[in-house]
């Protein structure tokens, strides 16, 4: 599975993004979708989580309200809408990928998402 994370940017506090990440493979419902984030000398740390048919969500409570997860398996694709974004969202955000069954897992690469003050 390699998945291509996209929709990073610059933005203002108060200011909106949405990050997408695209997967490959034709099981892409078989897999538990996340998005992580981290910042330049610290942990990367969980941000939010979709089960595989997108009827289950969870968040960290400093996102909880703001982001909202979802995919669309046609399009083998995982979204994060962010609203209301604060200086302290700026981080590399990656998308996670964890396989229902096998537990395997695999990480995209990053986007950089900014937000000024």
């Known amino acids: 599975v390699q998945l291509q994370a996209s929709g990073g940017g610059l933005v203002q506090a108060g200011g909106s993004l949405k990050l997408s990440c695209v997967g490959s493979?034709?099981?892409?419902?078989?897999?538990?979708k996340a998005w992580f984030r981290q910042l330049r000398g610290k942990e990367r740390e969980f941000v939010a989580v979709?089960?595989?048919?997108?009827?289950?969500?969870d968040y960290a409570d400093s996102v909880k309200g703001r982001f909202a997860i979802s995919r669309d398996n046609a399009k083998n694709t995982v979204y994060l809408q962010m609203n209301n974004l604060r200086p302290e969202d700026t981080a590399v955000y990656y998308c996670?990928?964890?396989?229902?069954?096998?537990?395997?897992?695999?990480w995209g690469e990053g986007t950089q998402v900014t937000v000024s003050s």
């Open positions: 979709i089960s595989g048919h997108g009827r289950n969500a």
């Open positions: 996670h990928a964890r396989h229902w069954s096998s537990g395997r897992e695999y």
């Open positions: 493979g034709r099981t892409f419902s078989m897999y538990t």
